[in-house]
């Protein structure tokens, strides 16, 4: 028995340790508040983003920013897919090569900031690590977006910020 319990154990030594898949900026922490130069009340610009640790066997991925706080139900600001596996940022106020642009709850296909009507927000930006490389033309929206991807999310990562009425 002591043989068996001293094999498992430098079994699990041996084992390679999966990190988790994280979403971060460089421009605000976690659940702290969003900069005013990435809301609709300035400059409007998407916030630079980065991730680690991506899931093995990861093919491409797809990104949703919204509002689960606004009075009509979540609120779109962002919807971006066809991000290449090769990417692993997202420069402020770019795309990444390669990347579709989706339809956000204005019918846009861009980035649109906050300017909540009252109090303050919470905008989920998620990170989805999908299986497959995508194909989808432009313009899906958040829900259709994840209709398409439902079966080939191998993990996600969401990043939280705030943003109070001005």
Sequence with gaps: M???SILCALFLLSAPV?????LSSPAFDNNAPLPLKYSGKRQDLSPPLAWQNPPLGTQSY??????PDAPSGAWTHWVLYNIPSTMK????????KGATFGKNSWGKTSYNG???PSGTHHYHFTLYALDVPLALSSGLTSEQLMEAIKAHIL???TLVSTFKKQ
């Design 2 to 4: 002591r043989i068996f």
């Design 18 to 22: 999966q990190a988790f898949f994280t």
């Design 62 to 67: 797809a990104l949703i920013c919204d509002d």
């Design 89 to 96: 940022n997202i420069a402020e106020g770019k795309t990444p």
């Design 114 to 116: 906050p300017n909540p």
């Design 155 to 157: 993990d996600k990562a």
